[in-house]
């Protein structure tokens, strides 16, 4: 395979080299971050008053976590490391969830994270000579800016069209000869579905990489996008929190995605013991900026579960690898007393080449009990018209999920089309239980 | 001689049969021939049109999961025991049927019905020894 690099002396630099980097940057930004109010409290109370406290990188330990309701009770400013002339952009959380959060860039963080999402895209395989439509929505949602940037940067020809208007997302994928997308799972879905209606097919399209993010899919969903749309489809992995996409991207040998290491310090610990844990274990991953300069942030806790893959790449970068992001720490289901994580649901019907492009997992209460229906869109390409195959496919997604999940779930065969479409995040769990 | 017949997937939802119908009245198409074989929340629309090859592509356009299927139509006399007649073969000849439908004609005194078998092929032959007629695609479309 074509080795490409955008940084290659930093992104193959030797581990030696690499940690020594992330010990003097994490020095530097101990010190910004005892600008901000709420570190140099919280920092003082462990400690540490300084970079001169922080002496090898397994000082970092010493360093207490930081949580999203941190991030919300700084709201706005307790975590603006600089003076707000210095500042170019702001970031903040929809605050669907709560009270917003929000991270401010200077002029020097946009520039880094720009750098860090061109390696990603020239990881990719893509170059100056691709044609990038990017569908993540523009504006406060870090997925548009982020990746356009970056696309920009590395000269590719950029479609800034944001998410949503599909037919017209179709026709100029067609008019313009669009080689490389960013956009949901979901979403990607949804547009193969529509490909038809409006005329054309995949080939008369020229898509040949798919980046996809800001939803958690399973390798189910990448296999079958790749099948249906004939291209390669990379994973992607980034939060506001961390600038946006570019914290991990997959490279050509799509196993796992590199995450910049000199941009970041990565640690995987259990939720519960907040301990580390081992390579190839699977636990919260934990993210510390090293390079931003207006809102530093020191092991903050993603939420986002999954592993560090212990093997190097074939592709030369030596910044290791994060597995794709099996759940959240926050969207773990408990069914009758079972843990049950969205993800491992869809892993089993996307498996099913009669289901469609859209689910959705419902939770209802049944008397005392929880009902568990999930509703799948039927494939039409696979329906040959008898009655009989229908409920042989209910029956097979029945007992593949009970097999799955230990739970017995009530399966719904919907039409293409019917069940809610999400041209941002999707919204694949209803929960209408009542809460205790 | 087989005819194809046209079935629709169609969520138990109000007007989604309405849906169907309009879409092909306004492309001209004439339904002879309907059932609905329903189950819990779903339900499979069974047609047989005059023109079914431009009926899938409509209704494919419009986002209906749509396909063709094989079926059998045969004429009978539209009198008591005209069906038992029919069935009476096939029984006799070990012929499984799936499902049938039938529909009675303006102009004369036949009935039609629709048969899905699982060996289509056989029960042609047997139809034919029997000399029961078998209705073709021009027929449909003359009907």
Redesign the interface.
């Known amino acids: 395979m074509k080795k490409a690099y955008w940084n290659e002396a930093q992104e193959t630099s030797s581990r030696n080299t690499l940690k020594r980097l992330q010990l003097q940057r994490l020095r530097q930004v101990i010190d910004r971050a005892l600008k901000t109010p709420f570190y140099k409290a919280r920092l003082r109370r462990a400690g540490i008053s300084g970079s001169r406290d922080i002496k090898t990188l397994d000082d970092l330990k010493k360093v207490p976590f930081t949580t999203k309701d941190d991030l919300r009770e700084c709201y706005p400013d307790g975590l603006l490391a600089v003076d707000l002339k210095d500042v170019v952009r702001i970031h903040t959380s929809s605050g669907t969830t709560g009270t917003p959060t929000v991270i401010y860039h200077t002029r020097e963080d946009i520039a880094n994270w720009t750098e860090l999402v061109a390696r990603c895209i020239v990881a990719t395989g893509a170059s100056s000579k691709d044609v990038f439509q990017n569908m993540m929505s523009y504006g406060m949602f870090t997925g548009g800016l982020g990746l356009h940037y970056g696309a920009e940067r590395v000269g590719m020809t950029v479609i800034p069209m944001g998410s949503g208007n599909t037919r017209r997302q179709i026709q100029l994928m067609h008019d313009f000869k669009t080689t490389v997308v960013h956009i949901t799972p979901s979403y990607l879905l949804h547009i193969y579905s529509k490909l ?2 409006c005329g054309f097919s995949v080939s008369d399209l020229c898509l040949q990489k798919a980046y996809l993010g800001a939803e958690p899919y399973s390798e189910n969903t990448r296999k079958k996008i790749e099948e249906l749309l004939n291209v390669d489809a990379y994973n992607s992995y980034g939060l506001s929190e961390m600038n946006g996409p570019g914290v991990a991207f997959e490279c050509v040998y799509k196993r796992g995605m590199h995450v910049w290491e000199d941009a970041y310090i990565m640690e995987v610990i259990d939720p519960h013991t907040l301990q580390e844990v081992p390579a190839q274990e699977e636990g919260e991953i934990v993210f510390t900026t090293l390079t931003r300069r207006a809102t530093p942030l020191l092991r903050y806790r993603t939420r986002d579960l999954g592993f560090i893959y212990k093997d190097e790449c074939k592709c030369g970068r030596t910044h290791r690898r994060l597995s794709r992001i099996t759940g959240r720490t926050d969207d773990m289901l408990i069914i009758n007393g079972v843990n049950v994580y969205p993800s491992q649901i869809e892993e089993v019907i996307m498996r099913i080449p009669q289901v469609g492009t859209n689910y959705q997992i419902c939770l209802e209460k049944d008397g005392a009990l929880d009902k568990l229906v999930v509703k799948v869109e ?1 494939y ?1 390409k696979m ?5 009989g195959e ?2 042989a496919l209910r029956a097979r997604i029945k007992e593949d999920l009970r097999a799955s999940i230990i739970i017995n779930p009530s399966v ?7 069940l809610p479409v999400f041209e941002g995040k999707a919204k694949r769990v209803v929960d209408s239980r009542q809460k205790l | 001689m087989k005819l194809v017949q046209i079935s629709v997937f169609l969520e138990n939802k109000q007007g989604r049969l309405f849906e169907v119908c309009s879409l092909l009245g306004k492309e001209k198409i004439n339904i002879r021939a309907l059932s609905v074989a329903e189950s819990e929340e779903f339900g499979i629309l069974r047609m047989v049109v005059d023109n079914p090859t431009k009926a899938v592509a409509a209704l494919k356009k419009r986002g209906f999961v749509a396909s063709l299927t094989d079926i059998v139509a045969v004429e009978v006399d539209d009198k008591p025991g005209g069906l038992a007649s029919i069935l009476g073969v096939f029984s006799k000849n070990n012929i499984n049927v799936e499902y049938m439908y039938g529909f009675v004609e303006k102009f004369s005194d036949k009935a039609i019905l629709v048969f899905r078998f699982d060996d289509a092929n056989k029960a042609i032959k047997v139809l034919a020894r029997n000399k029961i007629s078998i209705i073709g695609e021009k027929d449909i479309k003359s009907l």
Do not use: Q, R, V
Not at chain 1, 383 to 387: A, D, R, V
């Open positions: 038809e209606e039927i039409s329906f040959k018209g008898e009655l229908l409920d719904e065969l919907h039409e293409p089309g019917s």
